[in-house]
């Protein structure tokens, strides 16, 4: 592709993809009644971060935080945990159960989260895990495992040649400690990449989180933010909400940065 | 051979070893999910008590959410102080409160007092073993004071069958609201709003004359509004029958579609359900908000500080009927069926409708109060025509517990009627559906 | 730490495909049992999470169930009867088929064409990466409020369309335009774009780890026998990238039907019905007419309209997997 095509591609894909965050992230820096000018520049005639240092002490953010980051890393634990085992069971352990497991699987994420919704209320309700963080984590858990399995059999399908693990079975190895002497570092790019996408899920979900948590010491970012929004739908600060916003994206978009190396490497077994 | 044989030992032991920690660890993580089951079932079953002196109180977020925070966090830690007061005072955001309270009231997963909306569909939903508490016989014996200083359309709202099931906190009262330097003065009749709009569209370029007020419960509202200026509700008064089929509410609908076809009234602020409910006014669209409220000061405060001191109100045209009527709702206290902790629930109940406090939390809240006593204390020229017109204003949500089914937007039949009506569709055609629809769900719940 | 083979993308069958034979034994035996351990918490999990939770909701909506009144009757496939026959019921079918493909075939060309644009590795590539990954990475909150914001009347898109004097006489909010072409408002047009916008990267992700499986040699190989850049895609690339386009494709399909997150956050299906799909639907009658049982039909009716496609990906699926 000539140079100057792929620039202009490049910026065209790249403004379009961040467009909506740069909004937010303009009218976060921007003094209040430049926010409600219209119509609205799209650069800033002047930059105040008077809200992020107001934020702090508007709502116990940190707290809120917090609260995500620790449900979201609950999250990660159960919901990888369980379909790292189970993934490496199908792949490794094929039996004529397979193809049924993963119609199992599958299945679960066509059924609309919605419908569920009441049953699988009542069904925390009984297990007495309202109002708390692990059951916040037991569910998202339970959404994230089906997208996780799928995504690690296509891993472990083709991470690393199987002779590995036969050649430390016969060499006396349990098969227990070859899953965690072997499987569990070569996997390490996939098990990531599940994680991350588990974070994701746990980190910006809202309506459940505000249905099964009420008090403030448990309240996640999500939730937190929406306090600004009134009765009618209003915004009680939109500058303090856009800082808070900010707030809560950056740390995932920070964290996949990081990690978006491993995901591509992962990623490339699910096609399969 | 007999390396195969000390393998399969040796994999044995350490496989034991490993089971061993594994479960182990189950072990542990079940303990820990029993003991919070033990702590998440307390006040979940039927049944209540009043054993407790633990009382929990969920209240939706009002006004400036750091103010309200620390007002709620101040006043729990004072009566906390109080020996034998234990009270967790938490906040619930607007976006997820009516989904959260119905799931809720599903299976009784509710706090010792909460700040209640669509009462009566909760003591349907409760069953009796976990709904809002019938609290009838302390008001008759005086526990919250004079039940009559509660204006008349609270009362009704806070009631059910006769039996009293809440103690009412803050009223929206809606009048005319408008911006003085798009429109002079307030107009008195419907026909001078007509011509005022007009005059207003021509002069400043206006999108229209005015709106009713937006957000998400906007349709309803905007036709409770214009519906009040002729006199007649949607429900009868004994709550069991349809009113569309009325005259007044042919004339009603077709005067609101006139208004939108000769730029009165703006149809989006009824359609879209998003989006801030004062957003025309505030960016200087149009002249008047018809059913507006007072929750526009802050919203101006915030975001067009210059607009606050154009602000007026005043109270609703008057209509067909010869004078002005308003339209409020209500919102009221309540403590639950299954409360361990009932006698504790009801002292604290009793503290927050003291008028005393009531006037702080209304001014925290940014709330109008229900109660004329501390309306007498929260005067300013702004509320006047509101808090005058709540003695006489008809409820804009009709204490039934079809109410919220019939409301819900954009599938209530109210509301589908409101979106139809300023959709500029058949009124004819879409009053019958919207009768049919309604008297469907109130037999429905009969 | 192995990398994907070319071979893998290629379709060839790779080293390390396991090749078991079934075998009889006690070590078989004990082989088998670990195996099904493995699998164990998970199915248990997804039972009694979601199953068991399912089979009550085919349960409810064979009732006549609400969340307002206590009780309930059995009216076998009344519900169902009346779905089918609600023109709503129709309309929204339509327009969630619309929502699904448009946005999923939208997210297919911008992705694929971010996955080729990026493919050279360059020192800005994992930060160039991260940006196209940030419309999926966002919180659906965040970002369903910031387009309705910048779709306003007084917000920058409008007031851009105002000026380029697309909108005639005044600006115009987009999300609550009913202007329709085709049975489609322009709300909802405004709606599919969002989940465009939100489902590239989901392609991306997938498109550029299958791209970086193509080796350059085929590209040089292809270049010195005079092929253009077009062909270079159309001949080389496109077919080799096809399998996991269909698998993405496939998801994304699933994800999307069901999913109604997007639409619920920017319009709440309005104005009026016209950017309502199914899960918007499911909601409202659930949580707004409170009628549980028909919002648990339609659920079921979700979850039946997108088996065929659950399938024919799990047949995909097991037929790779075979040796």
Known sequence: MTRWLRIGLGTIICSYALLPLYWMVLSAVRPPDELSRVPPSWLPNSISFRNFT??????????????????????????????????????????????????????????????????????????????????????????????????????????????????????????????????????????????????????????????????????????????????????????????????????????????????????????? | MSNDTSARALSRRAFLGRAGRVSASLAVAGGAVDVLAACGSSGSKGGGGSSSTKVNMWSQTYGDPKQFTAFVGKTAKA????????????????????????????????????????????????????????????????????????????????????????????????????????????????????????????????????????????????????????????????????????????????????????????????????GDPSEPMLNKSVAFQLGGNEVILPSAQASAPQLVDHLKSAPTPVGPTGKSTGTASTAQFSVFENSKSRDASLEWLKRLTDPDFAVELAKVAGQESADTEVQARQMTEFRRPFLEASRTALGIDQPTPAWAQLVAAPEGPISKLSLDIFGLRDPKASLKEAHEGTQAILDKLA | MAEPSNAFVLGLRQRGEPTRRRARGSSNRRRRAFGYALLAPMVLMLLGFIYVPLVDAVRTSLTDASLATPGSNYVGLRQYRDLLHDSRFWQIFYQTVIYTAVSVVGSLVLGVLAAVWLR??????????????????????????????????????????????????????????????????????????????????????????????????????????????????????????????????????IIRFGGADLPFLLTGGGPGDTTSVFGVLIYNTAFGSLDSSRAAALGVMVFVLTLPLSIVYVRRSMRQMRP
């Open chain 3, 120 to 253: 050279g590795a360059t020192r800005l590539s994992p930060f160039l990466r991260a940006i196209m990954l940030v419309p999926w990475i966002a919180p659906p909150l965040v970002a369903a409020f910031m387009w309705s914001y910048l779709y306003r009347d007084t917000g920058p898109l409008g007031q851009l369309a105002h000026t380029l004097g697309l909108t005639g006489q005044q600006p115009v909010d987009f999300l609550s335009d009913r202007n329709a072409v085709a049975g489609i408002a322009v709300a909802f047009m405004a709606v599919i774009q969002v989940g465009i916008w939100a489902g590239f990267p989901f392609v991306f992700l997938f498109a550029l780890a299958a791209l970086s499986a193509i080796p350059n040699e085929v590209y040089e190989a292809a270049r010195l026998d005079g092929a253009g850049a077009f062909a270079l895609f159309r001949w080389i690339t496109l077919p080799l990238i096809a399998p996991v386009l269909e698998t993405t494709a496939l998801l994304l399909t």
């Open chain 1, 54 to 272: 107001e934020i702090w002490t508007a709502l116990p953010l940190a707290r809120y935080l917090a609260n995500s980051a620790i449900v979201a890393a609950g999250t990660a634990l159960l919901a990888v945990t369980i379909s790292a085992l189970a993934a490496y069971s199908i792949v490794r352990f094929r039996s004529r159960w397979s193809g049924a497991v993963m119609a199992f699987v599958l299945f679960t994420l066509t059924v609309p989260t919605i419908v569920i919704l009441v049953p699988f209320y009542q069904l925390l309700t009984t297990l007495g895990l309202l109002e708390s963080r692990t059951g916040l984590a037991l569910s998202y858990s339970v959404w994230a495992i089906p997208f996780n399995t799928l995504l690690l059999r296509g891993y472990f399908h083709s991470a690393y040649p199987t002779e590995i693990e036969e050649a430390a079975l016969v060499d006396g190895c349990s098969r227990l400690s070859v899953l965690w002497r072997i499987v569990l570092p070569l996997s390490r790019p996939g098990l990531l990449a599940a994680a991350t996408f588990t974070v994701l899920l746990a980190w910006n979900e809202f309506l459940w989180a505000s249905v099964i948590t009420t008090g403030d010491d448990v309240r996640t970012a999500t939730v937190g933010i929406q306090l600004f929004v009134g009765q009618f739908g209003n915004n009680e600060n939109l500058g303090l909400w856009m800082a808070a916003a900010v707030c809560l994206t950056v740390p995932v978009v920070v964290g996949f940065l990081t990690l978006q190396k491993h995901l591509v490497t992962a990623y490339s077994g699910v096609g399969r």
């Open chain 2, 79 to 274: 009566w906390n102080a109080t020996e034998g007061h234990d009270l967790k005072w938490d906040i619930v955001p607007w976006t997820s409160a009516l989904q959260k309270w119905q799931l809720a009231m599903t299976n009784g997963s509710v706090p010792d007092v909460g700040d209640m909306f669509f009462l009566q569909s909760r003591i349907v939903a409760g069953r009796k073993k976990w709904g809002p508490l019938d609290i009838t016989d302390e008001v008759e014996k005086g526990m919250f004071g004079d039940w009559k200083r509660y204006v008349p359309v609270a009362q009704r709202e806070a009631s059910y069958k006769d039996r009293i099931y809440g103690i009412p906190w803050r009223i929206d009262v809606r009048g005319l609201v408008y911006n003085d330097q798009l429109m002079p003065k307030a107009p008195a009749t419907l026909e001078e709003l007509e011509s005022m709009a007009a005059e207003a569209v021509g002069q400043h370029k206006l999108k229209a004359g005015g709106m009713t007020m937006g957000g998400s419960t906007a349709p309803y509202q905007a036709l409770k509004t214009i519906g009040a200026m002729w006199g007649v509700e949607f429900l009868s008064e004994d709550l069991t029958k349809s009113m569309l089929q009325d005259d007044r509410w042919m004339e009603a609908v077709l005067w609101a579609q006139k208004a939108v076809k000769n730029k009165i009234l703006l149809a989006s602020a009824v359609t879209s359900l998003k």
